[in-house]
């Protein structure tokens, strides 16, 4: 089977924060006696636990990151017949009738006659190894950057404090400035409303595109302990 390739770009930085050209995340690994598979970006061990788990069903992400998993799992496919090619038979005649796990064991015997129950839920474990690598990878720089604009919420709102305290120690000559400073004060929290929602949001669609992906993988690996 022809493997895929796609290119990754990053949820949390937009082109007007990076001007840099965008480097391809999606990998090349070699393995022995098959082309060089493509797979989902690689890692820096990112291990951070989201901070955003509840779903906003109004999540204006949600559609988007839900396809860049599908795109990112359909650029998985190994050459030969494997458990992807199991799934796309499975899930196009659809996961919940029992007969298709076997329509789709038997047309897979016909291409791979070694094929096993055995081989297609090891094969599995490939696909699901990966899109938790994505996973781990998109919370941790959502994660990041949500750090980032809370971390320079607080500095402004020190430095703004700071400043108030200052000219209140000279209010009779500082009067407009103080009131300056007070108003930027009131304006600073509506500052990273909209920010920080984005992020939210984004992490929402992450963790909801992650566990739909997974949830699918693991009803056919379900359907084929019951089934074959």
Known sequence: MGEKSFNWKTLFVTDAEDNKPKEEIAGNNSMPGNKAETKFPETAGITHSTVVTSLNPNNPYLSEVIDVYQKGFDSLNLPDYDFFEFYKSVVTVGANNPQSFQMAFAMGKSIKPDLTKDMLIEKSKFYLNEIEKVHTKFAGTGLNKRN?????????????????????????????????RKADLQKLEQKYVAPILETDHKLQANNHAKNKMVESIQNIVNGINQHL
Request: aromatic share 0%; net charge negative.
């Open 148 to 180: 980032e604009l809370a971390n320079a919420q607080k500095q402004e709102n020190v430095d703004l404090t700071i400043a108030i305290n200052d000219i209140e120690k000279n209010i009779i000559q500082l009067q407009k400035e103080l009131n300056e």
